[in-house]
């Protein structure tokens, strides 16, 4: 049995640049691969079957049945497969998991089916998939540009913890579209942000709260109900500072030393809160 992991994402930047004319957006953002992983497991089989452990899940709702039957199109392989997930990031939460996903089964079919096809291109089928799908083959530190799937490699910062919030906030399918249709012109930047960011990685300089930023927090504050307190909540805690993570609602935090990320975790469970303790890839 083969055995890939698929980490989730968090958006250090995330900055909307404009309308592309193609309907997309023109993003500049740096994404950093975090511990908070789901897990596949992979075995020989007739057909191709997927399942999963997390209630609400579905193959129908999700873009690993997609992501297989584009690699067997590609390759003419006609093997099997079946896939079982361990999924621990959550659903429709900002984190990239479905598309983390994608790119592990991407990964995984590649190495079961001995196809021997290149991480580059791998990443071109997975840009076909979804704009997040293709940091995933990879992971790390990137800097991604176009609608997501332009990608550099950066240096990674010193390892950080992360404290990471899920609220209990209902999400319908499609909140990102809606959340990028919510922006104004006055929402868009010209990346200055991001480069920043760049620039203090290149350096070796610490990740400081004041190089975080993302476009989204104009709005998203407003589009899910709830959501401030919870920002407003973490903060009483002994949260330094709180961004929303990608489209949202999850929340996080980042920290400097374990202990102290850990005591903050303990304060959000305590509270019941749906909380997870990572940390930086």
């Not at 083969?2 to 900055?15: C, D, R």
């Not at 953002?29 to 992983?37: F, G, N, R, Y």
């Not at 006055?186 to 070796?204: M, P, S, Y």
Request: proline content about 6%.
């Amino acid at each position: 049995m083969l055995t890939v992991k698929a980490p989730a994402k968090l958006n250090l930047t995330l900055e909307v640049l404009g309308k592309r004319p193609d309907g997309f957006h023109e993003i500049r953002s740096v994404i950093q691969a975090i511990d908070l992983c789901d897990t596949l497991f992979f075995s020989a089989g007739e057909g191709i079957s997927f399942t999963c452990d997390m209630e609400g899940w579905s193959t129908e709702k999700s873009l690993v049945t997609n992501t297989a039957k584009l690699l067997q199109e590609v390759t003419g392989c006609k093997k099997g497969a079946a896939v079982r997930i361990e999924k621990r990031i959550p659903l429709m939460a900002g984190l990239g998991g479905d598309s983390s996903d994608a790119a592990a089964v991407l990964r995984g079919l590649n190495e079961l089916w001995d196809l021997n096809i290149p991480p580059p291109e791998l990443q071109e089928l997975a840009a076909e998939l979804g704009s997040d799908a293709p940091f995933f083959i990879r992971g790390g530190t990137a800097l991604a540009g176009g609608r997501g799937e332009s990608l550099t490699p950066l240096p990674s910062p010193s390892k950080r913890w992360v404290v990471l919030v899920m609220p209990d906030i209902s999400v319908a399918p499609g909140k990102t579209g809606r959340l990028y249709t919510g922006l104004n012109k006055g929402h868009f930047t010209d990346g200055k942000v991001t480069d920043e960011l760049v620039r203090a990685l290149h350096k070796g300089d610490k990740v400081v709260p004041s190089l975080l930023f993302n476009t989204f927090e104009n709005i998203a504050f407003d589009y899910f109900p709830g959501l401030r307190v919870y920002k407003e909540h973490l903060i009483k805690l002994g949260a330094p500072y709180v961004h929303l993570a990608g489209a949202g609602p999850s929340l996080f935090t980042l920290c400097d030393d374990k202990s102290g990320a850990e005591e903050l975790f303990t304060r959000c469970e305590n509270q019941g809160m749906k909380v997870y303790l990572a940390e930086t890839l």
